[in-house]
C-alpha cells in the first residue's frame, strides 16, 4: 500500500515454484537455511521481469505487544538478507535500485515515519506525501491483523468438541509458503483434520516471560505460545 500510494507499479515476484528454487540454490553462497536460499531466487525472477527498484527492507525488530518482554528481534539471516542477497545476486552490477532501510517496529510508529521518510526520498517524494502513504500502509496492515484475528476466533468458536485439529507452527516465510512448507496444510487436510496456522490463535493471551524471559527471538516466541 506505501509504494502503490506513492504511485508507483508494484510487481511481486512469482510465488515460490521449482523455477524459483532453483535460480535460489545456484545463486545463494554458503549453506544457509532452504527459505533463505529460496529469497535468492525471489530477487532473481525480479531481475529477470526488468525491475527498476528491489524494495527489500531489513526487518531487524517487529511489534512487542507483551511489555513484559524484553526482545521482539528477527532471524539474523532475515536481518542480513538484503545486503547478502544483493550481493550475490548482484543488484548494483545491473543497475538496479536496491532499497533496503533497516526496520524496527519494535521501536514504534516514530521510527517507522523516520525511516519511511528517508525511503521517500530515495524514490523522490516528499516527507509529506511519504508519511501519507506510510499512514495508508499502517491502516492496511491493521485490517489484515485484524481479519485473521476475527477468522481464527470464528474458527475455534466453531470447532465442534469432537473434531481434530492441528496448530501448524513454524517462522512466517516457511509457515506461509506452501513451496518451501512442502504444502505441509493441505496435507494435513487430506488427512480429514483441521489446520489452524499458528497466527489464527489468540498468541497473546500466553504470556511465555515467566519461564522464557529472555528469549530474544520474535519467530521462537510465537512458537512458544502457541505450544
Excluded at 536460499?37 to 530477487?43: D, E, F, L, N, Q
Excluded at 481479519?147 to 468458536?157: I, M, S, T
Aim: aromatic residues 8%; hydrophobic residues 40%; charged residues 25%.
Amino acid at each position: 500500500a506505501f509504494l502503490t500510494e506513492l504511485g508507483f507499479e508494484v510487481v511481486t515476484s512469482d510465488p515460490t515454484n521449482k523455477r524459483i528454487i532453483a535460480m535460489g540454490l545456484e545463486t545463494a553462497i554458503g549453506e544457509p537455511c532452504f527459505p533463505f536460499k529460496v529469497a535468492h531466487g525471489h530477487y532473481m525472477d525480479l531481475i529477470e521481469k526488468g525491475a527498476d527498484v528491489i524494495f527489500a527492507p531489513g526487518i531487524i525488530s517487529t511489534e512487542q505487544p507483551n511489555p513484559n518482554a524484553r526482545q521482539a528481534q528477527t532471524c539474523p539471516y532475515l536481518q542480513a538478507a538484503p545486503d547478502v542477497i544483493a550481493s550475490a545476486v548482484g543488484v548494483s552490477e545491473r543497475g538496479i535500485k536496491h532499497i533496503s532501510k533497516r526496520l524496527h517496529f519494535k521501536r514504534g510508529k516514530k521510527h517507522l515515519r523516520r525511516a519511511f521518510v528517508e525511503i521517500g526520498e530515495q524514490l523522490g517524494k516528499s516527507r509529506r506525501e511519504s508519511l501519507a502513504a506510510l499512514d495508508v500502509g499502517l491502516k492496511v496492515l491493521a485490517r489484515f491483523q485484524r481479519k485473521v484475528e476475527e477468522r481464527g476466533a470464528q474458527v475455534l468458536r466453531e470447532l465442534p468438541r469432537d473434531q481434530i485439529a492441528f496448530v501448524v507452527i513454524g517462522r512466517p516465510y516457511t509457515l506461509w509458503d506452501p513451496a518451501v512448507n512442502m504444502d505441509i496444510g493441505k496435507k494435513i487436510q487430506d488427512l480429514g483434520i483441521l489446520a489452524i496456522p499458528q497466527d489464527f490463535l489468540p498468541l497473546e493471551a500466553a504470556d511465555i516471560t515467566d519461564v522464557w524471559p529472555n528469549a530474544y527471538s520474535r519467530q521462537i516466541q510465537k512458537k512458544l505460545m502457541a505450544a
